[in-house]
T-cell receptor, first 112, second 114 residues
Framework: QKEVEQDPGPLSVPEGAIVSLNCTYS??????FMWYRQYSRKGPELLMY??SSGNKEDGRFTAQVDKSSKYISLFIRDSQPSDSATYLC????????????WGAGTKLIIKP | DTGVSQDPRHKITKRGQNVTFRCDPI?????LYWYRQTLGQGPEFLTY????????KSRLLSDRFSAERPKGSFSTLEIQRTEQGDSAMYLC????????????FGQGTRLTVV
């Protein structure tokens, strides 16, 4: 079993819908949680960064961390076709990029 | 453009040949990372530099892989005696030192070993 599990999708939703993307993990030592967006043939781009539990909001994006359930979520409100991409979760026990454990990514398709 | 730059974007090589990739990080960033990503998977950490010092290296990295960062500026990743299993996207990222710093990724070098 992988340390970080993420449904590969694809997840297809109509424009304007609320999107929910999720990851589960097994290592209770993880403290730092990130969501990256990756367009085809591009490098990942950091969207959200959260330490420990709780919610964080940035524009149309909200990240949630539930450490008791070992479950993290990314919500996208008012989804746009430009949001179509692969979304990767990543997490680490420490604030260090080289110790990140990545999910496999969920492919998201927003239909106009 | 002041982002992370990688060269080449694509490389096709025959099995057994050596290849070298280059990464130019964002100029004020002292940390540099190399990752490998295969289709349908997240990035896999390869190695990490702080300035010119290589501080971490994945135990998954075979002896055929070597990385350098002379003078703490650009970095090179060399793969010797390439194998078909080396086919992947090789990503470089850089960040500043500090808490909660963001790593900025380049567009990657896609390697195909035939």
């Amino acid at each position: 079993q992988k340390e970080v599990e993420q449904d590969p999708g694809p997840l297809s939703v109509p424009e304007g819908a609320i999107v929910s993307l999720n990851c589960t993990y097994s290592n209770s030592a993880f403290q730092y949680f990130m969501w990256y967006r990756q367009y085809s043939r591009k490098g990942p781009e950091l969207l959200m960064y959260t330490y420990s539990s709780g919610n964080k909001e940035d524009g149309r994006f909200t990240a949630q961390v539930d450490k008791s359930s070992k479950y993290i979520s990314l919500f996208i409100r008012d989804s746009q076709p430009s949001d179509s991409a692969t979304y990767l979760c990543a997490m680490s026990p420490m604030d260090s990029n080289y110790q990140l454990i990545w999910g496999a990514g969920t492919k998201l398709i927003i239909k106009p | 453009d002041t982002g992370v730059s990688q060269d080449p974007r694509h490389k096709i090589t025959k099995r057994g040949q050596n290849v070298t990739f280059r990464c130019d990080p964002i100029s004020e960033h002292n940390r540099l990372y190399w990752y490998r990503q295969t289709l349908g998977q997240g990035p896999e950490f390869l190695t990490y530099f702080q300035n010119e010092a290589q501080l971490e290296k994945s135990r998954l990295l075979s002896d055929r892989f070597s990385a350098e960062r002379p003078k703490g500026s650009f970095s090179t990743l060399e793969i010797q005696r390439t194998e078909q299993g080396d086919s992947a996207m090789y990503l470089c990222a850089s960040s500043q030192r500090g808490v909660g710093t963001e790593a900025f990724f380049g567009q990657g070098t896609r390697l195909t070993v035939v």
